[in-house]
């Protein structure tokens, strides 16, 4: 059994940045891809990006959504069983309820996650 918190959420102005945590608990947490999720009011959740088990001959591998490409960076903590979302030049657009997730296979998909947080608000403002 996986367990997840996220925290970090928060209010901030158009082009700054927040950074979202993600602690997780469970014997089982090291070999699980992790992945952020986010959904707006009256939209459907969306994936943000999502980073593998550590490998010692090729390290992480990540994947993001495009919207995120250049401007967020996923990382992992596996000593802490933490995972991170680093926003930068955040956008009003970028509102939403952040999820994190884990699954056993790297991807966009929402149906490979069986474990889910309970989200924490990010609110961007013009």
Known sequence: QV???ESGGGLVQAGGS????????GRTFSSKCMGWFRQAPGKEREFVAAITPAI???GFNSYYGDFAKGRFTISRD???NTVY????SLKPE??????????DQLSP???HY?????GTQVTVSS
């Open 94 to 103: 970028d509102t939403a309820v952040y999820y994190c997730a884990a699954a």
């Open 18 to 25: 927040l950074r979202l945590s993600c602690a997780a608990s």
């Open 85 to 88: 979302l680093q926003m930068n």
């Open 78 to 80: 596996s000593a802490m």
């Open 3 to 5: 367990q997840l918190v």
């Open 109 to 111: 998909e929402i149906s």
């Open 114 to 118: 069986p474990y889910w947080g309970q």
């Open 56 to 58: 010692s001959w090729s």
